[in-house]
């Protein structure tokens, strides 16, 4: 089960992705705009700088930013972050540690491929993929496809 911490990590990304203007963005906007509470946002962005998703910045025109682009965030890195290790049984969160049942396991591989699932699930997910796109790009592209960039030469002189 993810925590709470782990889903308002990613919704601290998603929020600064949105908001992001190439400033610092201060965390009581944040708490604000998501309805969590600042003291305990101020906990989860500690850990979200040392682990080198974020960077912070104290003082006026102080808050947060994101150290890349969104589509350079994988959901699971974040996740993994703040939650640790999202293995489903201890014999495969701690490989160090030889179970004694190991090679007669019958259950083993089910929980070997649902790992797998998990992981190939949020590793594949970034966190560009969660980010809204604003209403007025919907009106104009109901799609939501990416235009199609424009030939520059047919282009050429016209105004």
């Known amino acids: 089960m993810i925590s709470t911490k782990g889903r308002y990590a ?3 990304m998603i929020d600064l992705a949105e908001h992001d203007t190439g400033n610092y963005i201060p965390l009581k906007d944040i708490a604000a705009r ?3 509470s600042k003291k305990y946002l101020e ?7 040392s682990g080198g ?6 003082g006026k025109g102080g808050g947060y930013k994101l150290c890349r682009k969104p589509e350079e ?16 049984v201890a014999c495969l969160a701690h490989p160090e540690i030889d179970c004694p049942r190991k090679s007669a396991c019958q259950t083993l591989p089910l929980w ?13 997910k970034k966190l ?7 209403e007025s790009e919907k009106t ?7 235009p199609a960039k424009e030939n520059n030469k047919n282009n050429a002189g016209k105004k």
Do not use: C, W
């Not at 965030?73 to 972050?81: K, N």
């Not at 104009?140 to 990416?146: D, E, L, T």
């Open 53 to 58: 998703l974020l960077v912070g910045a104290s």
């Open 34 to 36: 998501q309805e969590i």
């Open 140 to 146: 104009a592209n109901p799609s939501g496809k990416k």
């Open 112 to 124: 070997t491929e649902f790992d797998e699932l998990v992981h190939n699930f949020l590793y594949g």
């Open 73 to 88: 965030y994988s959901v699971g890195e974040i996740i993994e972050l703040m939650e640790g290790n999202l293995n489903s």
């Open 10 to 12: 990613i919704r601290v």
């Open 43 to 49: 906990i989860i962005v500690k850990d979200m700088v």
């Open 128 to 134: 560009s993929d969660l980010i809204e796109t604003p």
